[in-house]
């Protein structure tokens, strides 16, 4: 009986060729101290392993690696990592297609479906590479003829285009009883030349031989900037990773694979349009080459163009709202039944084939393909002429810090005025206050949550955590307020709508009806809220927490 690999190795060479030397080389190492045979008992022919995650890797940042591998008679899902007991689960499934995406409902019920539903949903699972190759399997026997380990030879490759090789992976395992000779075997192979211990998945070099890697998708900001840098350069730079978020969405959105890619590429938008409000004229008088900062009326242009996009996308995410929010607005049903209001999702799905449409030829149209290339020409042009100002100031000893306002001034200036609109405004709303002071509020909070995103770079981690939970903790309250309002408002106007088309059973909505009901209670429970959350976030503690993150982050 044998146990999970003790050791593993890389057989590394310049080429296959020299990879395979060094394969030789081992076995006829082993070969002095014991007699190797092949296990006619192990698993022949090619094995083939497609290795499975969302599009922002979220099985990847819980340490956990969904695998399907072909097998004789099928194939079976394994899945490593994650918690016990679905630790190193394996599952048969059929019919399981591994060059596709596959939503959560196409896993089946077991172990691994349970294990990643919390982690991964809404999202689909996306394959992310597939290896091919062959393992050959040996037993090392002693002067008895007794098996004391194995040794197992891979040869994989990268089933993309032609195939890419990969280096060979060796791995000895122990036979119970016979661990010395086992810890034996393993000092012989780590002492040839060549081979080297492993130290990361076949899947991250599977990856990094098709130029990718784990976590290299992300809605984050996380620009690299610095609080000596140019105002102009880290404006280009935020802008150019926004525009980088919003490009890598777009297939997805279009392909309809899930709704975390249209929610991604609108965030990115939204960021967009703000970092213009915030700190849009950075990009209008950068100290570079002539002929390179935006004009005004570019950069009204601009912000008009991604006002259209936010425009474009909002009907279609308004309907996955409330799609994916259906199963759990039927169970909180308590008058109607669920199945009430099966005919009003039925509606919403045909609504949202329409409004799909017109997004996809808005994202196919000419007008949005210009917008995010001459975007992005625009930016590239400031930011490589800020950046040969800066080295030619670097050449020269020159300062340019007189001239050229910092990204630590420019982040401090733009954020203490962001809080400041939000504390102001907040401070006016009273128990009477109508709905649009909130919604307003609401706005303002989320122009300082980017601009903290943004500039996040420059400030210490702590401050940094403890502004951001509270003012977390505000646009919840806001955000659910605003919601349930907007939800509402849609859900009377489709009612009217199924009226008019006669779609709208009686029963669908009395059931309706109660599901605004419920939002109207929920709605209110965060009008509520508010008073105590703003005072947390803009009182004499919040504001004090402010300062000291601009203190530190600021030049």
Known sequence: MTTPGLAGFIASGEDSQTCDVVVAEVLEALRQDFELVHDRGAPRGARRRTWFDTFDWRLYKADMTLEYAVAQHGGELRLSGGVAPARDAVQPVTGWQASRPHQLRDLPDGSIATSISGVVAPRALLPEVTVTGTTTAYRLLNEDGKTVARLLVEHPAVAAGEGRPLPPR???????????????????????????????????????????????????????????????????????????????????VLRDIDTEFLHDLRVSVR?????????????????????????????????????????????TRDLDVHLLDFEDTARALRAAKPDDLEPFRAYLKQRRVKEFRVLARGLRSPRFVALTRDWRERLTAILDSEKAGTAATVRSGRSRRAAVETTGTLAADRTRLAFAKVAKRGAMITPASPHDTLHD???????????????APLYPADAYGAVLADL????????????????????RALATSMLAADEAPAVTLLAMGEVTAWLAARQQAAREDFERRFAAFAGVDGQRRMAALLRGGSA
Do not use: H
């Open 271 to 315: 960021r967009s349009r703000s970092a213009l409000k915030l700190f849009g004229d950075a990009l209008t008088a950068p100290l570079a080459p002539r002929g390179t900062a935006l004009t005004g009326r570019e950069l009204a242009r601009f912000a008009a163009e991604f006002k259209w996009v936010g425009d474009l996308t909002t009907p």
């Open 472 to 491: 977390k903790r505000l646009q919840d309250c806001l955000g659910e307020f605003q919601d349930t309002e907007v939800q509402i408002g849609e859900i």
């Open 170 to 252: 060796l791995t000895i395992t122990e036979v119970r009883g016979y661990l010395g000779q086992a810890r034996r075997a393993a000092r012989i192979v780590a002492g040839i030349p060549g081979v080297r211990p492993v130290t990361q998945p076949l899947l991250a070099d599977a990856l990094r031989a098709i130029g990718r890697y784990p976590g290299d998708y992300s809605n984050k900001v996380a620009a690299d900037i610095t609080r000596q840098m140019p105002a102009a350069e880290a404006a280009a730079t935020i802008l150019l990773r926004l525009l980088d978020i919003v490009e890598a969405n777009v297939p997805g």
């Open 441 to 455: 509020l609401r706005k303002r909070c989320k122009e300082l949550r980017y601009a903290l995103e943004f500039f």
